[in-house]
Protein backbone atom coordinates (compact mmCIF):
# COMPACT_ATOMS: atom_id res chain seq x y z
CA UNK A 1 0.00 0.00 0.00
CA UNK A 2 2.96 2.36 1.04
CA UNK A 3 4.81 1.21 -1.83
CA UNK A 4 1.73 2.05 -4.66
CA UNK A 5 1.08 5.43 -3.20
CA UNK A 6 4.92 6.44 -2.92
CA UNK A 7 5.11 4.93 -6.77
CA UNK A 8 1.69 7.02 -7.78
CA UNK A 9 3.70 10.69 -5.91
CA UNK A 10 6.84 9.68 -7.58
CA UNK A 11 4.82 9.94 -10.74
CA UNK A 12 3.11 12.85 -10.48
CA UNK A 13 6.49 14.71 -9.36
CA UNK A 14 7.97 13.44 -12.94
CA UNK A 15 4.84 14.95 -15.05
CA UNK A 16 5.08 18.16 -12.74
CA UNK A 17 8.47 18.35 -13.54
CA UNK A 18 9.29 17.16 -17.08
CA UNK A 19 7.68 20.43 -19.02
CA UNK A 20 9.55 22.98 -17.11
CA UNK A 21 12.76 20.01 -16.95
CA UNK A 22 13.94 22.09 -20.19
CA UNK A 23 14.63 25.25 -19.30
CA UNK A 24 15.44 25.07 -15.43
CA UNK A 25 18.26 23.00 -16.39
CA UNK A 26 19.16 25.19 -19.58
CA UNK A 27 19.21 28.51 -18.11
CA UNK A 28 21.07 29.97 -20.75
CA UNK A 29 19.15 27.96 -23.94
CA UNK A 30 16.11 27.51 -22.33
CA UNK A 31 13.86 26.95 -25.43
CA UNK A 32 13.34 23.76 -27.45
CA UNK A 33 12.32 26.11 -30.31
CA UNK A 34 13.89 29.74 -30.93
CA UNK A 35 11.16 31.67 -31.55
CA UNK A 36 11.41 35.09 -33.41
CA UNK A 37 9.01 38.16 -32.41
CA UNK A 38 8.07 37.98 -35.89
CA UNK A 39 5.89 34.99 -34.97
CA UNK A 40 3.54 36.96 -32.78
CA UNK A 41 2.89 39.56 -35.28
CA UNK A 42 -0.49 39.28 -36.90
CA UNK A 43 -0.82 38.72 -39.97
CA UNK A 44 -0.69 42.15 -41.69
CA UNK A 45 1.96 43.55 -39.61
CA UNK A 46 3.92 40.38 -40.94
CA UNK A 47 3.29 41.60 -44.31
CA UNK A 48 4.28 45.08 -43.88
CA UNK A 49 7.63 43.58 -42.57
CA UNK A 50 8.07 41.53 -45.52
CA UNK A 51 7.01 43.68 -47.77
CA UNK A 52 10.75 45.48 -48.69
CA UNK A 53 8.81 48.57 -50.45
CA UNK A 54 6.25 49.48 -47.39
CA UNK A 55 8.10 48.40 -44.60
CA UNK A 56 8.86 51.93 -43.14
CA UNK A 57 12.36 50.95 -41.79
CA UNK A 58 13.73 51.10 -45.12
CA UNK A 59 13.56 54.63 -44.95
CA UNK A 60 16.47 54.74 -42.80
CA UNK A 61 17.76 51.97 -44.77
CA UNK A 62 18.15 54.17 -47.72
CA UNK A 63 19.05 57.00 -45.86
CA UNK A 64 22.03 54.27 -44.64
CA UNK A 65 23.08 53.79 -47.83
CA UNK A 66 23.47 57.23 -49.25
CA UNK A 67 25.56 58.46 -46.24
CA UNK A 68 27.73 54.77 -46.39
CA UNK A 69 28.58 55.78 -50.18
CA UNK A 70 29.39 59.95 -49.29
CA UNK A 71 32.62 61.00 -48.41
CA UNK A 72 33.38 64.20 -46.31
CA UNK A 73 36.34 66.28 -47.68
CA UNK A 74 39.06 64.56 -47.44
CA UNK A 75 37.77 61.92 -45.33
CA UNK A 76 37.13 58.54 -47.11
CA UNK A 77 33.66 56.97 -47.20
CA UNK A 78 32.88 53.74 -45.60
CA UNK A 79 32.34 52.72 -48.98
CA UNK A 80 36.10 53.23 -49.83
CA UNK A 81 36.87 50.47 -47.35
CA UNK A 82 33.86 48.67 -47.58
CA UNK A 83 33.63 48.84 -51.20
CA UNK A 84 32.11 44.79 -51.50
CA UNK A 85 29.45 45.88 -48.52
CA UNK A 86 29.68 44.06 -45.02
CA UNK A 87 26.99 40.68 -45.74
CA UNK A 88 27.40 38.85 -42.88
CA UNK A 89 28.84 41.06 -40.49
CA UNK A 90 26.32 42.23 -38.23
CA UNK A 91 25.69 38.16 -37.29
CA UNK A 92 28.79 38.50 -35.14
CA UNK A 93 28.10 41.72 -32.93
CA UNK A 94 28.82 42.73 -30.19
CA UNK A 95 32.25 41.94 -30.85
CA UNK A 96 35.61 42.66 -29.60
CA UNK A 97 37.17 45.59 -30.83
CA UNK A 98 40.96 43.57 -31.99
CA UNK A 99 42.67 47.36 -31.57
CA UNK A 100 41.15 48.23 -27.87
CA UNK A 101 39.98 45.04 -26.64
CA UNK A 102 36.92 46.97 -25.93
CA UNK A 103 33.13 45.03 -26.79
CA UNK A 104 31.45 46.77 -29.60
CA UNK A 105 28.26 46.63 -30.48
CA UNK A 106 26.94 47.51 -34.07
CA UNK A 107 26.69 51.08 -33.14
CA UNK A 108 29.85 51.31 -31.63
CA UNK A 109 32.02 49.82 -34.52
CA UNK A 110 30.45 52.53 -36.19
CA UNK A 111 31.19 55.13 -34.50
CA UNK A 112 34.34 53.94 -33.81
CA UNK A 113 35.13 53.48 -38.07
CA UNK A 114 34.19 56.82 -37.77
CA UNK A 115 36.46 58.05 -35.10
CA UNK A 116 39.42 56.14 -36.52
CA UNK A 117 39.45 55.82 -40.14
CA UNK A 118 37.49 58.79 -41.24
CA UNK A 119 38.29 61.65 -38.83
CA UNK A 120 35.03 62.24 -37.90
CA UNK A 121 32.48 62.81 -34.90
CA UNK A 122 30.99 60.26 -33.40
CA UNK A 123 27.18 59.87 -33.84
CA UNK A 124 24.59 60.32 -31.21
CA UNK A 125 22.76 57.76 -29.98
CA UNK A 126 19.62 57.42 -31.35
CA UNK A 127 20.11 60.14 -33.97
CA UNK A 128 18.97 58.88 -37.77
CA UNK A 129 22.46 59.07 -39.12
CA UNK A 130 23.50 56.52 -36.56
CA UNK A 131 20.39 54.59 -37.07
CA UNK A 132 20.48 54.68 -40.68
CA UNK A 133 24.01 53.35 -41.28
CA UNK A 134 23.10 50.69 -38.35
CA UNK A 135 20.43 49.50 -39.85
CA UNK A 136 21.71 49.75 -43.39
CA UNK A 137 24.47 47.19 -42.20
CA UNK A 138 22.02 45.22 -40.26
CA UNK A 139 19.61 44.76 -43.42
CA UNK A 140 22.66 43.66 -45.31
CA UNK A 141 22.52 40.17 -42.98
CA UNK A 142 18.82 39.68 -43.56
CA UNK A 143 17.91 36.42 -43.46
CA UNK A 144 21.74 35.21 -41.51
CA UNK A 145 21.51 33.42 -38.44
CA UNK A 146 23.16 35.24 -35.27
CA UNK A 147 26.96 33.79 -34.33
CA UNK A 148 28.57 35.76 -31.88
CA UNK A 149 31.29 34.61 -30.10
CA UNK A 150 31.44 34.30 -26.67
CA UNK A 151 34.53 33.36 -25.78
CA UNK A 152 38.16 35.07 -25.30
CA UNK A 153 38.31 38.42 -24.56
CA UNK A 154 34.36 38.43 -24.89
CA UNK A 155 33.65 35.73 -21.97
CA UNK A 156 33.79 38.38 -19.08
CA UNK A 157 31.39 40.65 -20.97
CA UNK A 158 29.01 37.78 -21.58
CA UNK A 159 29.30 37.20 -17.98
CA UNK A 160 28.17 40.71 -16.92
CA UNK A 161 25.87 40.91 -19.43
CA UNK A 162 24.41 37.52 -17.92
CA UNK A 163 23.85 38.62 -14.85
CA UNK A 164 22.62 41.89 -16.00
CA UNK A 165 19.76 39.15 -17.33
CA UNK A 166 19.60 37.47 -14.11
CA UNK A 167 19.71 39.90 -11.44
CA UNK A 168 15.86 41.34 -10.37
CA UNK A 169 15.69 45.14 -10.69
CA UNK A 170 12.92 47.74 -10.36
CA UNK A 171 9.86 48.24 -8.02
CA UNK A 172 8.71 45.07 -9.65
CA UNK A 173 11.68 43.42 -8.40
CA UNK A 174 11.77 41.18 -11.99
CA UNK A 175 14.63 40.00 -13.91
CA UNK A 176 14.73 39.66 -17.97
CA UNK A 177 15.00 36.44 -16.62
CA UNK A 178 11.55 35.65 -14.91
CA UNK A 179 9.80 37.32 -18.02
CA UNK A 180 11.98 36.29 -21.19
CA UNK A 181 12.86 32.71 -20.19
CA UNK A 182 10.37 31.27 -17.36
CA UNK A 183 7.05 33.28 -19.12
CA UNK A 184 7.52 33.46 -22.51
CA UNK A 185 4.78 32.62 -24.64
CA UNK A 186 2.45 33.63 -21.48
CA UNK A 187 0.34 36.69 -21.71
CA UNK A 188 1.02 40.32 -20.81
CA UNK A 189 -1.09 43.37 -20.54
CA UNK A 190 -2.69 42.16 -23.68
CA UNK A 191 -0.09 40.76 -25.25
CA UNK A 192 2.28 37.91 -25.84
CA UNK A 193 5.70 37.74 -23.42
CA UNK A 194 8.67 37.22 -26.88
CA UNK A 195 11.56 35.12 -25.74
CA UNK A 196 13.40 38.55 -25.82
CA UNK A 197 15.47 38.05 -28.92
CA UNK A 198 17.54 41.20 -31.06
CA UNK A 199 17.26 39.63 -34.11
CA UNK A 200 14.78 42.35 -35.79
CA UNK A 201 17.19 45.21 -34.32
CA UNK A 202 17.17 48.40 -35.23
CA UNK A 203 13.10 47.68 -35.84
CA UNK A 204 10.49 49.94 -36.39
CA UNK A 205 8.29 49.53 -33.17
CA UNK A 206 4.50 50.46 -34.06
CA UNK A 207 4.42 52.08 -30.33
CA UNK A 208 7.37 54.62 -30.92
CA UNK A 209 6.14 55.30 -34.41
CA UNK A 210 9.80 55.04 -35.33
CA UNK A 211 13.22 52.68 -35.68
CA UNK A 212 15.03 52.26 -32.60
CA UNK A 213 17.58 50.20 -31.21
CA UNK A 214 17.98 47.51 -29.10
CA UNK A 215 19.21 49.18 -26.54
CA UNK A 216 16.26 51.70 -26.44
CA UNK A 217 14.28 48.49 -26.56
CA UNK A 218 16.50 47.26 -23.39
CA UNK A 219 14.86 50.78 -21.75
CA UNK A 220 11.74 50.34 -22.37
CA UNK A 221 12.00 47.07 -20.25
CA UNK A 222 13.66 48.53 -17.62
CA UNK A 223 11.30 51.15 -17.82
CA UNK A 224 8.68 48.34 -17.40
CA UNK A 225 9.64 47.10 -14.25
CA UNK A 226 10.25 50.13 -12.72
CA UNK A 227 13.98 49.93 -12.73
CA UNK A 228 16.15 53.14 -13.47
CA UNK A 229 17.21 52.63 -16.91
CA UNK A 230 20.81 52.89 -17.83
CA UNK A 231 22.17 55.19 -20.38
CA UNK A 232 22.30 54.18 -24.47
CA UNK A 233 25.98 53.13 -24.98
CA UNK A 234 26.28 52.12 -21.27
CA UNK A 235 28.71 49.05 -21.51
CA UNK A 236 26.66 47.14 -19.37
CA UNK A 237 24.00 47.21 -22.25
CA UNK A 238 26.21 46.29 -24.38
CA UNK A 239 26.96 43.26 -22.72
CA UNK A 240 23.88 42.39 -22.35
CA UNK A 241 23.17 42.53 -26.06
CA UNK A 242 25.88 40.05 -26.25
CA UNK A 243 24.38 37.19 -23.86
CA UNK A 244 21.07 38.19 -25.48
CA UNK A 245 22.42 37.33 -29.12
CA UNK A 246 24.56 34.37 -27.50
CA UNK A 247 21.06 32.99 -26.63
CA UNK A 248 19.66 33.62 -29.56
CA UNK A 249 22.51 32.51 -31.77
CA UNK A 250 20.94 30.74 -35.03
CA UNK A 251 18.23 32.78 -35.22
CA UNK A 252 18.00 35.16 -38.66
CA UNK A 253 18.39 38.94 -38.61
CA UNK A 254 15.52 40.62 -39.90
CA UNK A 255 15.99 43.90 -39.80
CA UNK A 256 14.52 46.49 -40.05
CA UNK A 257 12.05 44.75 -38.57
CA UNK A 258 8.39 45.52 -37.24
CA UNK A 259 7.65 44.95 -33.50
CA UNK A 260 4.43 46.41 -31.82
CA UNK B 1 15.88 65.35 -44.88
CA UNK B 2 13.33 63.59 -45.47
CA UNK B 3 13.49 59.84 -46.80
CA UNK B 4 11.20 59.25 -49.42
CA UNK B 5 9.99 55.90 -50.89
CA UNK B 6 8.10 56.10 -54.79
CA UNK B 7 7.21 52.84 -56.47
CA UNK B 8 6.34 53.87 -59.81
CA UNK B 9 5.97 51.18 -62.96
CA UNK B 10 9.03 52.57 -65.79
CA UNK B 11 6.22 51.53 -68.50
CA UNK B 12 2.66 51.20 -68.91
CA UNK B 13 0.24 50.53 -71.72
CA UNK B 14 -1.67 53.58 -73.00
CA UNK B 15 -5.38 53.22 -71.46
CA UNK B 16 -3.86 50.55 -67.97
CA UNK B 17 -4.35 51.32 -64.76
CA UNK B 18 -1.57 51.64 -62.61
CA UNK B 19 -0.57 50.95 -59.33
CA UNK B 20 1.56 54.26 -57.67
CA UNK B 21 2.81 54.04 -53.97
CA UNK B 22 4.45 56.57 -52.14
CA UNK B 23 6.32 56.45 -48.46
CA UNK B 24 7.71 59.61 -46.36
CA UNK B 25 9.36 59.84 -43.20
CA UNK B 26 7.53 62.36 -41.53
CA UNK B 27 6.93 62.67 -37.09
CA UNK B 28 3.09 63.27 -37.84
CA UNK B 29 3.14 64.36 -34.49
CA UNK B 30 -0.44 64.82 -33.07
CA UNK B 31 -0.03 67.39 -30.59
CA UNK B 32 -1.92 65.40 -28.37
CA UNK B 33 1.13 63.79 -26.22
CA UNK B 34 3.05 65.33 -23.65
CA UNK B 35 7.09 64.98 -22.44
CA UNK B 36 8.37 63.15 -20.10
CA UNK B 37 8.37 66.65 -17.94
CA UNK B 38 4.79 67.19 -18.63
CA UNK B 39 5.17 69.73 -21.27
CA UNK B 40 2.85 69.55 -24.34
CA UNK B 41 4.63 67.89 -27.46
CA UNK B 42 3.42 70.96 -30.53
CA UNK B 43 1.64 69.77 -32.97
CA UNK B 44 3.70 68.98 -36.20
CA UNK B 45 2.01 66.86 -39.19
CA UNK B 46 1.66 67.23 -43.17
CA UNK B 47 -1.36 68.68 -43.55
CA UNK B 48 -1.48 67.82 -47.86
CA UNK B 49 -0.45 65.28 -50.34
CA UNK B 50 -0.70 65.84 -54.09
CA UNK B 51 -0.02 63.96 -57.09
CA UNK B 52 0.13 65.40 -60.80
CA UNK B 53 0.59 63.49 -63.46
CA UNK B 54 1.73 65.52 -66.34
CA UNK B 55 0.93 68.67 -64.76
CA UNK B 56 -2.44 67.72 -63.69
CA UNK B 57 -3.48 66.96 -60.58
CA UNK B 58 -4.62 63.19 -59.92
CA UNK B 59 -4.76 62.34 -56.60
CA UNK B 60 -4.92 64.68 -53.73
CA UNK B 61 -5.05 64.27 -49.65
CA UNK B 62 -5.77 66.14 -46.55
CA UNK B 63 -4.06 64.50 -43.50
CA UNK B 64 -5.19 64.85 -40.19
CA UNK B 65 -3.54 64.15 -36.45
CA UNK B 66 -4.85 60.56 -36.40
CA UNK B 67 -2.14 59.80 -39.44
CA UNK B 68 0.46 57.91 -38.36
CA UNK B 69 3.99 58.86 -38.66
CA UNK B 70 5.47 57.99 -41.93
CA UNK B 71 2.77 57.75 -43.92
CA UNK B 72 2.25 55.76 -46.90
CA UNK B 73 -0.16 56.25 -49.85
CA UNK B 74 -1.14 53.66 -51.92
CA UNK B 75 -3.63 55.12 -55.13
CA UNK B 76 -4.64 54.35 -58.49
CA UNK B 77 -4.64 56.06 -62.40
CA UNK B 78 -4.90 55.43 -65.48
CA UNK B 79 -2.02 55.90 -67.90
CA UNK B 80 -2.44 58.15 -70.21
CA UNK B 81 0.77 59.60 -72.28
CA UNK B 82 4.45 59.56 -71.00
CA UNK B 83 4.89 62.23 -68.38
CA UNK B 84 6.33 63.37 -64.97
CA UNK B 85 4.73 62.24 -61.97
CA UNK B 86 5.76 64.76 -59.56
CA UNK B 87 4.48 63.45 -55.37
CA UNK B 88 4.29 66.24 -53.04
CA UNK B 89 3.71 66.67 -49.01
CA UNK B 90 3.07 69.99 -47.84
CA UNK B 91 3.60 70.42 -43.93
CA UNK B 92 1.65 72.65 -41.46
CA UNK B 93 4.63 75.18 -41.44
CA UNK B 94 4.52 75.44 -45.41
CA UNK B 95 7.57 72.98 -45.62
CA UNK B 96 7.26 70.93 -49.00
CA UNK B 97 9.22 68.03 -50.05
CA UNK B 98 8.57 66.87 -53.42
CA UNK B 99 10.04 63.61 -55.54
CA UNK B 100 9.08 62.98 -59.09
CA UNK B 101 9.24 59.91 -61.64
CA UNK B 102 9.20 59.57 -65.29
CA UNK B 103 6.51 57.06 -66.48
CA UNK B 104 6.48 56.12 -70.31
CA UNK B 105 3.28 55.16 -72.02
CA UNK B 106 3.76 52.76 -74.83
Known amino acids: ?260 | MASIRLSVPPTAKRGDVIELKALIQHPMESGYRRGSRGEAIPRNIITRFECLYDGERVFAADFQPGIAADPFLTFHTRATQSGMLVFRWTDEHGESWQETAMLMVT
Open chain 1, 1 to 260: MTNKIAWVLAMVLVSACTPADHRENNLDAPFERLQSGYDLLTPETQALQDDTFSNPGYLWVDRGAALFGAGHGYTPSCASCHASGLIGAAASYPAIDTATGQLLNLEGRINTCRERHQNLPALEHESDDLLALTVYVANQSRGVPLSVDTGGAAAAHYANGRDYFFTRRGQFNLSCHQCHDQNAGMRLRGDTISQGHGNGFPAYRLEWQTLGSLQRRIRDCDTGVRAEPLSLGNQTYVDLELYLNARANGLEIESPAIRR
